[in-house]
């Protein structure tokens, strides 16, 4: 029993390894850190919704203030509205864009920046894709999952923290990784096309700057939460309580 818990440790921390782009063989999470790591990911705040939901902001995000694309706006927009982030601080991954929107938790804009994710479209993590070899990763596995994350700040299998997305398929949102100079991260992240940010095996990598002055502050201490549009599927396949907030109608229809 002993062995077989060491055993989904060590192929758990191989893959993250290879999220951060690190050598997978060289760095270990010890079984008290992947427990600790655990529990808090559990002890997590719930969707706004039910019997002790917060009362809903009366706020937009301030979308006249600053620039996005339309769906992250709206997105935006119904996380307050609805009350969703239950007051914490929040970001919206746009996939599509290659891009990410962080907001305080009373709301405020707090900043953007371009990302590198998942090499592969897609809105579904593999089943059991945290525990699996990198040989057994075919680029076709390697893409940033869809949904409603609750994350918190952990460290990863260096000394750098990260912001542990998803803990169970290995997903965090980090500072880029360069090691590879062959992979031209910091080349990809800085690309206008969208296209040049697919590089990675479904981490978010933001860069350094972004995750000290923005990443960092916002969850130090606390949880927050991630949204992560989704390329494929409809909104309402991944978030079912959205509602677009430019149509009132369709707030009702949400809780239907």
């Not at 008290?32 to 995000?61: E, L």
């Not at 075919?138 to 460290?155: E, Q, S």
Request: proline share 5%; net charge neutral; aromatic share 8%.
């Amino acid at each position: 029993m002993v062995m077989g818990r060491w055993y989904n440790v060590l192929a758990t921390s191989i893959a993250k390894a290879v999220c951060l782009g690190m050598l997978a063989a060289s760095f270990f999470l010890s079984p008290a850190y992947a427990q600790d790591v655990s529990a808090a990911i559990n002890d997590i705040v719930p969707a706004a919704t039910g019997a002790g939901a917060s009362a809903p902001a009366a706020q937009h995000a301030g979308l006249a203030s600053w620039i996005a694309p339309g769906a992250v706006k709206k997105m935006a927009g119904w996380v307050l509205e609805s009350g969703d982030n239950r007051g914490l601080a929040f970001m919206v991954v746009d996939k599509s864009e290659a891009k990410v929107f962080a907001f305080g938790k009373s709301g405020e804009f707090l900043g953007t920046a371009g990302v590198l994710i998942g090499l592969a479209h897609g809105d579904d993590s593999v089943p059991g894709i945290g525990t699996m070899r990198l040989a057994q990763i075919t680029p076709d596995m390697r893409t940033t999952p869809a949904g409603r994350f609750v994350a918190i700040l952990g460290h990863d299998l260096g000394k750098l923290n990260v912001l542990w997305v998803d803990y169970p398929t290995a997903i965090s949102l980090h500072r880029v990784i360069n090691t590879n100079k062959a992979e031209r991260r910091l080349e990809r992240i800085a690309s206008k096309a969208p296209a040049d940010h697919r590089i990675s095996y479904g981490c978010i990598n933001v860069p350094v700057q972004f995750f000290d002055s923005v990443v960092d502050p916002a969850f130090q201490g606390t949880q927050g939460i991630v949204y992560i549009l989704p390329e494929v599927k409809e909104m309402r396949a991944v978030f079912p309580s959205y509602y677009d907030i430019d149509d009132p109608g369709k707030a009702q229809a949400a809780l239907n």
